[in-house]
């Protein structure tokens, strides 16, 4: 069905365990990964308090050697696994429309990419990447979401239901 899927990471630790799914997905599916890192040419200072404090860290790290972690941690799922991989870096201040243009410019059938979950105020200044992915590309998007965020989300509707 899918031949080649693009992998966006952002090295979250969501963002492994969903390559750790999007491997798998693509050796059952007899499908190459090409792998995404957009760097951002943004700067920590521009940010302050709106983004969680391991994300400032990762934007103060540099993002030259993130690209190279963050692809390589993939590469290495794809060799173990015995699946295709291409890593690509790119620079970028949108990490949605780089993922959309890498899928094309790739020949991607498909994105799978996952969602953080963040709701409230982060969510609504700072959006959502996978969201805008999702209402913007013309590629199939799966989105992962892992069995955690779902069972925090169920918890959360039921403390909800309760106070009703």
């Not at 400032?56 to 290495?76: D, H, T, V």
Request: glycine share 8%; proline share 4%; charged share 25%.
């Amino acid at each position: 069905m899918f031949q080649h899927i693009l992998l966006p990471t952002d090295g979250s630790q969501l963002s492994r365990d969903t390559a750790g799914r999007a491997v798998a997905f693509a050796k059952a599916s007899n499908a190459k990964i090409t792998a995404l890192y957009a760097k951002s040419v943004g700067h920590a200072e521009n940010y302050g308090d709106l983004i969680e404090p391991a994300a400032l860290e990762r934007l103060a790290i540099g993002p030259e050697g993130m690209s190279k972690e963050y692809l390589g941690y993939i590469k290495k799922l794809c060799k173990d696994a015995g699946v295709e991989c291409t890593a690509v870096s790119v620079v970028s201040d949108t990490p949605w429309e780089a993922i959309i243009n890498a899928a094309d410019d790739h020949d991607c059938d498909l994105i799978f990419m996952s969602k953080h979950g963040r709701g409230g105020l982060s969510s609504l200044l700072l959006g959502s990447e996978t969201y805008r992915v999702l209402t913007h590309s013309s590629v199939p998007v799966l989105v992962y979401r892992p069995p955690e965020i779902d069972a925090k989300r169920r918890k959360a509707k039921g403390k909800d239901k309760k106070k009703i």
